[in-house]
Each structure stands twice: as C-alpha cells, then as structure tokens.
C-alpha cells in the first residue's frame, strides 16, 4: 500500500525559480526513507507541501485515506496555562473523551438498565482497552524517560521552554499518538546521545512509515533503508542507507563524467569531419553539404549532454603554532556547581600534545561548562587547571556571538583579522561566501551560517589547542564533511563536544564521559568505548544474576556420591549453556556470511547488504563471547565448575 505518493510536483517562490521542478515519488507503507539534498534544495517546503501548510503551483500529492501524519519540526499552539504533562495528554484527547462518556454512562445506568446503555457501554469499554486507555500513565512515563523529559520539566508551563525543549515534547506527543505517518525535520538536533540512541530503538520498532530530514549520518544508517536525494527540483533516488548513498552518489558521478568525456572527445572529431566535409562541399557537391548538415545536428544532441557536476571541496587548514613541551593540560582535583547542584567534582586529567579527546555526556551533566573552565570563562569551585606556556587556544562555542552583528561579513573579517579587503573575500569565498552575500549583516545570516564564519575566521588563527563545542549541530552533510576534512589536517590537539556520532567515530581517539557527577576516561576509539560500555552492563546483569536471593533456602551439605547445586547454580548453569549454543548459533551464520559474499562477489547491493549483516553480526559476537566469559566466572565463583 502507498502512504505518500508526489507526482510531477512544481513550487516556485520566485518567477523562473522552481524550487520542486517536477518532483516525482512514492513511499510505501513501513517504509524508513531518508531525504536528503544541500541546504535551499526543498526539502522542508516538501514537508510543508505533505503537510498542507503550504500550497504547490502543479502536480499531485496524496496521503493514504485515514493515515494520520505528523511533522516534528512544526510545533502546535497551546493555551498559555498548558504544562509539559497536558500537551503529553493532549495524544490521549480521543481516550479521555471515551472515559469520560464511560462516566457519564456509568451514573446514567444506575437509575436506566436499558440495554442500548448497557450496549453503548460496552462497545465503548472494549474500544478504550483495545486502545491502550488502561496503560496511558506506562506509556507516558516511558516516553518520557527515553527523551529525557523529567519530573521538573513535565510541570513546566510549555510556553516557557526552549524552542529544543519543545522540539523534544513534541516528538514525544506525536510518538504517544500513534502517528501512521511520522516526518522528522532534523529530529536528533536537540537531543543528546542517550534520547538519540532511545529515538533509534523506537523507530526500530515502529510499525508506521518514516521520512527523515537528517544530516546525522549516523542516524541515517541505522534508521533510513532508502534515499531520496532532491538535486535540481527532482528526485534521485539510492536503495540504501547513508553510507551506501555516499558510495553509489561517487559512482555515478564518475560514471558519468566518463561519460560526459567520451562524448566530448566524439564531440571534437565529429567537429572536425564536419569541417573537413564543408570545405569539400564548397565545390558545389549538394550531397556532401548535406552529410555536413546532418553531422552538425548529432554534434548539437550531444552538446545538450550537462557536465556533471561534483560539491566543491574547500581548501580548508587551520593555522597552527608550534608547541614545545608535552603538557597541553593539566587538571588537578577539579570541582564546579550551581547553586549548590553539583556538576562534577574530584576530577584529575593530563592532556599530552596531539591527542583528540571527545567529551561526551547527557543534556545538562556540564559539558559546555567544563569547556568554560579550561577557557577561563568560568572559575571553578575548587582544584585547579594548568595550561601549558605555549598553549593558545582556538574556540568554536556552541552559542555564537559577534559584537557587532550590524557590520557585513567583509568588514567582520577586516576588524578581526588584520587583512586586505581582496584577502578577506578570497577566505570567504572559500566557505561559500560570495557575490553579494558578503555584504549581508552578521545579524542577517542562519545559526548554521554564523557558526561557519566563526569557523572561516578561526582557520587563520595560530592555535595548538582547538576546542569546539557542538562544531556540527546547524550544519548541512557538506558543511560537516568540510569541517572534518580540516580537522583531518589539523596536528594539533583537539577537545571536542559533540553529538554526532560520525564525527565522534572519525576524530575520538580518547573519550572523557561525564555522568554522575565523574568523568570516566576512556583511552580508545568511540567504537571500543561503546563495547567497553556494553561490557559494563553485562557484567552489571550477570553480577545481579549471581545474587543469592533474600528467600533462598540454605544450601544443603553436599550428598554422598556428588555435590547437590543450590537453585542459584543451577540457573547459571542454563544461563552459560544459553550462551554457548548462542554463540555457537552465531559462529554459524557468520560462517555462512562468509559463503554469500564470495558467492555475491560481482552483486554490489547484494555484497553491500551483506557486508552490513557480517559487521553487526561481528559486533553482536563479540558481545555474545564477552557475556559467556562472565557467566562462566560467575558459575566458577559459585561453585558450579565450567
């Protein structure tokens, strides 16, 4: 069945400018489809379009008959005295009127036993169990512990939050609904690692149908199966996730500029036939000025042939300083709170020349403060932080700020970097500034916008120590892939907080993870943190497992010819053999992967998909053999053998 179905699709803002320019698709029922496209391309007046908020000049949408859909990005008006917990309760509306008529029935039954009451009743009670309306609280509290809305803030007038805040409530309110239909306008911007990694498992489970605006990449490859890309007001389309989108996009392009190539160099020799043909018609020959003719018409089919066109990569470095010494930083004992809520405290670290160090942590654990402290924006409550003598900092806040956001993007560059009007426009050209734009007010220009020319006048910097702090967040995919290629080149040391996990996963060589009020140091890659970190809980669930229960009865003295196991034993006993025949199951299919590929070898989706299966079955092993080992040592250490 069709959920969404867009064909031959035109909008235009100004005349001659289409921005959707016969946009044609359909998504299927269940589906989990990425849209993607720069910055300008469409893809939020699509949305608006879906939706209804906004009206097309030609073509067709439809939503499948009944299917409610619900956008993320567009926040609904309530009454001003509306708390967190009644926007909650307003995906309960249709729920709430049925008990309430239950009520009313109920009173009314009492002095009228007719059987219409009673069948009313009925129909109405069945309808409320069958729509979850006994489990409305369990449902609520879930959603709300996986996107992080607490206690405190379900109290909260809804007017008063941030407009993140209400991004979060909103996608928690449409969750609770039901949605048949969800659109994500950047859904993971505003939430921290935790809530993203609980949105993912949803969305796993999720029987509707899914149609994401993202740049985080990471979230596409776990949630999107299929791409939609608009380029030029059309759709291109990829069936795949994000990475097999980046590798498909790289090959087509080269494909066609092989053919773009080709068809120029026959471009060339049939232009010189042509000519040769004409010099030899010049002797009045009718039928050799006709042969030139007809090859003049195939030359100009052939010209009508684009050339293809590529993003342009930046030249983009940061200016560095040489650093002498070994000692970037040093943190000794280090406290810091709020009014009288404390962050962290009882922190002790040594950051060496050329490490890259991600700091990761939940909304609100203090990440951005702790970045103030090592800059000397914040003091702290007790310890101490040393920097290095020839330490000089480059900093790229989460939250940016100009003094004077009136002046325009080429006096900014001249009252800050001490350079020619001709060198300032060159740098801002190279973070695709150009043409008028560099004459915009500071003031005029997106988060996303000012975050890049912050980052433009930071590159000239002579810095050993760059701190950025959330340097991906209002950034297209380009925008980011530009920024890591610089933070590629860059030899210096790097502090980085971020919630993309790409970014993490590509930069991380050290994770520092605040939460409850430590900082845990991880020395490794973002992947082997986050097997560190399963193993953690692992061996948390098998260390609870071993727990002796409160009402155990006594172990009895072993009997003559064998020990006699207490309950406990015998459960991890099941519990090691369950692990053995699950990694024994594992081994298997990993085995029988290995089969497929080398049979699949010329298939290159087949041998993409499989490739996928092979890396998270890998991963899942890896979890399998680590839980084994900690049955096993939990069974030794009870008793039981191996």
């Not at 509306?93 to 049925?98: E, G, I, P, S, T």
């Not at 489990?135 to 007017?159: H, P, W």
């Amino acid at each position: 069945m069709i959920d969404i179905s867009v064909s031959g699709l035109v909008k235009e803002f100004e005349v001659g400018t289409k921005i959707l320019d016969g946009l044609t698709f359909q998504i299927d029922q269940g589906e989990r489809v990425g849209l993607l496209g720069k910055n300008g391309a469409g893809k939020t007046t699509l949305f608006k379009i879906l939706t209804g908020e906004l009206d097309y000049d030609e073509g067709e949408v439809s939503i499948a008959p009944g299917k409610t859909l619900g956008l993320i990005s567009q926040i609904p008006v309530y009454p001003p005295e509306y708390t967190v917990e009644d926007v909650l309760n307003t995906a309960f509306a249709r729920l709430f009127r049925m008990e309430e008529e239950m009520v009313d029935l109920s009173f009314r039954m009492a002095g009228d036993s007719s059987g219409e009451l009673m069948r009313r009743y009925d129909k109405l009670a069945a309808a409320f169990e069958a729509g979850g309306g006994y489990d409305t609280a369990t449902e609520l509290n879930k959603v709300c512990n996986g996107l992080e809305i607490g206690a405190g803030m379900r109290s909260q007038l809804f007017s008063s939050l941030s407009g993140g805040e209400k991004t979060r409530v909103n996608l928690g309110r449409l969750i609770l609904e039901d949605t048949d239909i969800l659109l994500l306008d950047e859904p993971t911007n505003h939430l921290d690692l935790r809530a993203t990694e609980w949105l993912e498992e949803y969305l796993g489970r999720f029987k509707g149908t899914v149609l994401a605006i993202s740049h985080d990449r990471w979230f596409l490859d776990r949630v999107v199966r299929r791409v939609i890309e608009i380029q030029d007001g059309r759709a291109e389309f990829y069936p795949g996730n994000y990475s097999f989108y980046a590798v498909e996009k790289e090959r087509r392009y080269e494909e066609k500029r092989r053919q773009y190539e080709k068809e120029q160099a026959k471009i060339q020799q049939l232009e010189k036939a042509a000519e040769q043909l004409r010099i030899w018609a010049y002797s009045g020959n009718d039928k050799i000025f006709k042969r030139a003719q007809s090859m003049e018409k195939r030359i100009e089919r052939l010209r009508k042939t684009d050339k293809p066109k590529k993003e342009h990569k930046l030249d983009l470095r940061f200016g560095e300083r040489d650093f002498h010494g070994d000692e970037v930083l040093l943190i000794k004992d280090l406290e810091k709170g709020f009014d009288g809520r404390p962050l962290f405290h009882g922190v002790d670290l040594l950051v060496e020349g050329g490490e890259r160090i991600a700091l990761l942590g939940d909304n609100g654990t203090g990440k951005s403060t702790f970045l103030k402290l090592i800059m000397g924006e914040e003091e702290p409550d007790g310890g101490k932080i040393r920097r290095g003598p020839t330490v000089k900092i480059g900093y790229l806040p989460q939250i940016i700020h100009f003094d004077h956001p009136e002046r325009n993007l080429v006096d900014t560059m001249l009252y800050d970097q001490n350079c020619t009007t001709q060198e300032a426009r060159d740098r801002l050209a190279a973070f695709n500034f150009r043409g008028e734009d560099v004459f915009k007010p500071v003031s005029a220009l997106s988060g996303g916008e000012q975050s890049r020319l912050r980052l433009c006048m930071l590159m000239d910097a002579k810095i050993n120590l760059l701190i950025l702090d959330e340097p991906t967040n209002h950034l297209d995919i380009a925008s980011r892939e530009w920024i890591e290629e610089a933070v590629t080149d860059y030899d210096g040391t790097l502090l980085f907080v971020s919630h993309d996990r790409y970014f993490i996963n590509q930069f991380a060589g050290r994770i520092w993870m605040i939460e409850n009020g430590q900082i845990t140091d991880f020395r490794g890659t973002f992947e082997e943190f986050r097997a560190f970190q399963e193993r953690q809980r692992q061996l948390s669930q098998a260390a609870k497992a071993a727990e002796p229960s409160a009402k155990a009865p006594k172990k009895e003295p072993a009997a003559a010819g064998g020990q006699k196991r207490s309950g406990g034993t015998k459960m991890l006993e099941k519990q090691v053999n369950a692990a053995e025949r699950e990694v024994a199951k594992a081994e298997e299919r990993l085995e029988a992967l290995d089969a497929e590929m080398a049979a699949a070898a010329t298939d290159y989706v087949r041998l993409q998909a499989l490739g996928e299966e092979k890396a998270a079955l890998e991963e899942e092993l890896s979890g399998l053999y680590a839980r084994w080992e900690e049955l096993s040592a939990a069974l030794e250490a009870a008793g039981g053998g191996v």
